[in-house]
């Protein structure tokens, strides 16, 4: 590791200061407002506005950070593009977003300002604000801040501040969920040590991934992974705060940005839960770093800048930058889940997963649909807890029924709501009916569907073959359904299963209209999260 004298430095600080400020009180606040009242007017203001900034200076140039910002602008227009249409709602103006999307991403790549406007049309009219999208958009965000910084300041050491805020960008969403599982506990290894991450295998599996294997291929896995708990678990902690360390040396930041998204692989083959939007931004930026000229990103790394990097990082998992998810809790091996099911014309039963309920296929993947049932919910997403406690009397009620009927009165919570009810059967009937009818469900056609972005939650299988829209559909049946996994003989067991719904297609005279998915979920909102 080089020392250089510290005044070198003073250049990569104030730019990194500079960075931050402007993405938090001036990029951030304008993606806010554009996305909440995204008229054309205003985002063709909004982009224009900038070029004031030409007349003054000349653009800077980002060496291959720019290649780095078209690279995650094709990824996610290529995602909001693909996208499935939400057919409840006028296909004609979703259309046209998709398509300003695509012209808007095209200028980005030739001329920064434009990501404001394109930001907006993602974010807000195609609801592109969601946690696997968030890290991505924050690197594109940081980096039409540094363009704006260094149009109007032109730091010299503006490549290396750059540099080091794109770094501080990714890394935050991996600092901040170690921090959150060193608060866990009484200590800072409580969840290391006591966390039994195997459930979380299993909890996926009766959620609806993998779902392809035998329960008895399942079972032998975990009883092999169970005894890796632990190991697993400080790696896991190590991977996610190697980034406060990452920027003593180039070689280290790579190396921890290229472990990054090996980790987030591993996730995906645990649980189901695919972050390829992280994973190809962060194997990005660790090219664009091995490409950069040593004197333009020297001053970007050493102690002094490492110390730079850690209070941008403790700043951002105080939330008072931008705002990563906590991503920290326990694993336990009990899940209750709705299941949405369908009956076709000719009689097929199919189970209706969530890729098919795309540009909604988080929320559907997720929790969706407690709403409908007056049964106690213990748990979050994959039987997650965050009281240890909880986390102990569901693996040693092991499935005994009255045991975990008295722990859901206990510690349950009641979500039923009428009114979300009614909606979210008229937001099904009104799809279905629209669908049935001909309406299509996405911009690719049939033969162009292999085409279309992945999803994130991978929650494609289940206990009946799944619906592609073959045929139309004349029924829908919701379920509610409570597995659990028992630890001592390491079997899946289906504890309840009855059906909370029924919708009848053929039935229904009336068009329910226009209820979008999106008002049940605080994730598909435009604005759930400040920055």
């Avoid at 960075?19 to 909440?36: D, E, G, K, N």
């Avoid at 005894?227 to 190697?242: G, H, Q, S």
């Avoid at 994973?279 to 800048?305: E, Q």
């Amino acid at each position: 590791m080089e020392i250089r004298p510290l005044p070198t430095y003073a250049d990569t600080a104030a730019t990194a200061v500079a960075v931050v400020v402007c993405y938090r009180f001036v990029v951030s606040p304008a993606v806010r407002a554009l996305a909440l009242r995204p008229s054309a007017l205003l985002a063709t203001i909004a982009g224009i506005a900038p070029t004031v900034l030409l007349t003054i200076q000349r653009p800077p140039g980002p060496g291959p950070f720019r290649w780095f910002a078209v690279f995650v602008i094709a990824l996610l227009t290529w995602q909001g593009t693909t996208s499935d249409y939400d057919v409840t709602q006028p296909i004609g103006p979703q259309r046209r977003d998709k398509g300003l999307l695509l012209l808007l991403a095209a200028a980005a790549c030739f001329w920064p300002p434009a990501l404001l406007p394109w930001l907006a049309v993602y974010c807000g009219r195609l609801r592109g604000w969601k946690h696997h999208a968030m890290m991505p958009l924050r690197l594109l965000k940081a980096y039409l801040a540094w363009f704006l910084v260094a149009m109007l300041f032109g730091a010299s050491g503006s490549a290396s501040g750059l540099l080091l805020v794109l770094g501080c960008v990714s890394l935050s969403h991996y600092v901040k969920p170690a921090w959150s599982k060193a608060r866990l506990g009484p200590r800072p290894w409580s969840w290391a040590w006591h966390n039994r991450t195997h459930y979380l295998m299993a909890s996926a599996y009766s959620w609806g991934w993998a779902r392809f294997l035998h329960a008895e291929t399942v079972s032998r896995v975990l009883r092999q992974a169970r005894v890796l708990d632990r190991p697993v678990n400080f790696i896991t902690m190590a991977i996610e705060a190697a980034g406060l360390l990452a920027f003593l040396d180039r070689r280290l930041l790579i190396a921890v940005l290229v472990i990054t998204a090996l980790f987030n692989l591993a996730v995906a083959g645990a649980s189901g839960i695919l972050f390829w939007e992280n994973t190809s931004a962060n194997v990005a930026l660790a090219i664009a770093i091995t490409l950069l000229p040593s004197a333009d990103y020297g001053a970007a790394f050493g102690w002094p800048a490492a110390l730079i990097a850690l209070a941008v990082l403790l700043l951002s998992a105080t939330d008072l930058l931008w705002q990563p998810w906590h991503l920290g809790w326990w694993d336990s091996p009990f899940t209750a889940r709705i299941h949405w099911q369908v009956e076709t014309v000719s009689g097929a039963k199919l189970g209706l997963y969530n890729d098919f309920m795309c540009p909604y296929e988080r929320e559907f993947g997720r929790v969706q649909g407690y709403f409908l049932t007056d049964e106690p919910v213990l748990h979050g997403h994959l039987g997650i807890v965050w009281d240890l406690e909880l986390r102990d009397r569901l693996v040693q009620a092991n499935a005994d029924g009255d045991q975990l009927r008295n722990l859901k009165v206990t510690y349950g919570q009641v979500q039923v709501d009428e009114e979300q009810a009614r909606e979210h059967v008229g937001f099904l009937t009104t799809m279905f009916t629209r669908l049935n009818a001909g309406a299509p469900k996405g911009p690719l056609p049939r033969s162009l569907r292999r085409l279309k972005a992945p999803g994130g939650q991978l929650y494609q299988w289940g206990d009946l073959p799944p619906y592609r829209g073959e045929e139309p559909v004349r029924r829908i049946t919701i379920r509610y359904q409570e597995r659990c996994y028992r630890p001592d003989t390491c079997e899946f067991v289906l504890l309840v299963d009855h059906a909370v719904q029924e919708i009848d297609l053929l039935a229904a005279t009336t068009d329910h209209g226009s209820t979008p998915c999106a008002r049940f979920s605080s994730t598909a909102a435009p604005t759930s999260e400040s920055c």
